[in-house]
Structure formats: C-alpha cells, structure tokens
C-alpha cells in the first residue's frame, strides 16, 4: 500500500511538472489508481485527463463511478453535467444524473431526468423504476404506481424494489 503510495504521488509530482504530457498519461495512470482502488489519485489524474482533453467518456464515467463510491453525489452531478454537455446523446449520463439527484434529496430533478429519458426511450426499465422511485418521494403515489407497472409490463420476471 506503502508503495503504490509513493509511486502514484511520484507519478502526480512528475506529471505536473512536465506539463506536455498527453491525455493518455494521465488516463492510464488514473486507470492504474482506479484498479488499485487508489480513488483520490484517479479522481485528481481523471480530471487532469479532462482537462487536456474533454472528449473521452470513459474519463467522466470513472469519476461518477468515483462520486458515487465517494457518497460525493454533488460531484457526481457535477461530472454528468460536463458530460453531457460534451455527449448529449448518452442516456446513461442521465441515468446516472437521476440518481444522484435522487441520493441527495432531489426528487423533482430526478424525476425530470428519468422522463426524458422515458421520453427518448420508452422502452427503459431503469427509467420506469427510477420514475417509480421518485413519484413515490414526491408522495405522487398515482404516478409512482403508473411508472412501477410499466416497469414490471418491460420487464415481468425481474422482482423490483421499488423504494
């Protein structure tokens, strides 16, 4: 542990001192932290990554992954909204700002987000699950219920937990 330690924190130090390093470098190293569950460093290595280059999803998708092992759901939303703005398309970055929105309390934004996806989707379960989930907090219990037997119309086998 020691020397994973050391040798991420010789990596950080080298990096910013040698500023021309490429995206790549701070990708892959930030991948190394990730797999050695070295998260501070590959949130601090991905967001370096980010910022030389915008344009790799996977860079966004590690740091959400990192907020929410984190509990940091703010960041978490943070990175679906720079995502996003880069990769509008990706229905994922949506689920995943829902769910955040969800963890801190915010119903209505998680509610919104998990319908437009529906919207572009109608056939995507963990929207309807998630819709389900927060009509429920909302106490819309007429929607929550409308949302949960959609879910269970795409999907009938799987067993849902709904709250």
Not at 92 to 121: H, P, Q, V
Not at 132 to 137: I, K, L, M, N, Q
């Amino acid at each position: 542990m020691k020397k994973i330690f050391i040798f991420l924190f010789a990596m950080i130090t080298f990096l910013t001192l040698f500023s021309n390093q490429t995206k790549l470098d701070y990708y892959k190293l930030g991948t190394k932290a990730w797999d050695n569950k070295q998260f501070f460093y590959a949130l601090k290595l991905l967001e370096k990554a980010i910022e030389v280059n915008p344009m790799d999803i996977r860079d966004y998708k590690k740091l959400i992954s990192i907020s929410f092992l984190d509990k940091e759901y703010e960041d978490a939303v943070k990175y679906c909204n720079q995502a996003i703005h880069y990769f509008p398309l990706d229905l994922n970055l949506y689920l995943y700002r829902a769910d955040a929105y969800k963890m801190l309390g915010e119903f209505e934004k998680s509610l919104n987000n998990f319908k437009l996806i529906i919207e572009i989707t109608p056939n995507y379960e963990a929207a309807f699950t998630g819709a389900a989930t927060a009509s429920y907090f909302l106490e819309n219990y007429d929607d929550a219920l409308y949302y949960a037997n959609k879910a269970i119309e795409l999907n009938p086998t799987k067993i849902y937990r709904i709250i």
